[in-house]
């Protein structure tokens, strides 16, 4: 019994590690490719 109770606590923590991981991922993609274009457009006008 406590052995299939810590399992389903691990498996919870690292199903919840995942989740927080890949939104923090999603986060910072997002936020580079904005410095990216940003950066794109000062360029752009720069040029003009």
Do not use: R
């Not at 995942?18 to 360029?43: M, N, Y």
Request: include cysteine; charged fraction near 20%; aromatic fraction near 0%.
């Amino acid at each position: 019994m406590k052995n299939s109770k810590m399992m389903s606590v691990i498996s919870t923590s690292v199903m919840l590690l995942t989740l927080l991981l890949g939104l923090a991922g999603c986060a910072t993609i997002e936020g580079a490719g904005k410095d990216i274009e940003s950066a794109g457009e000062a360029v752009q006008d720069a040029a003009d």
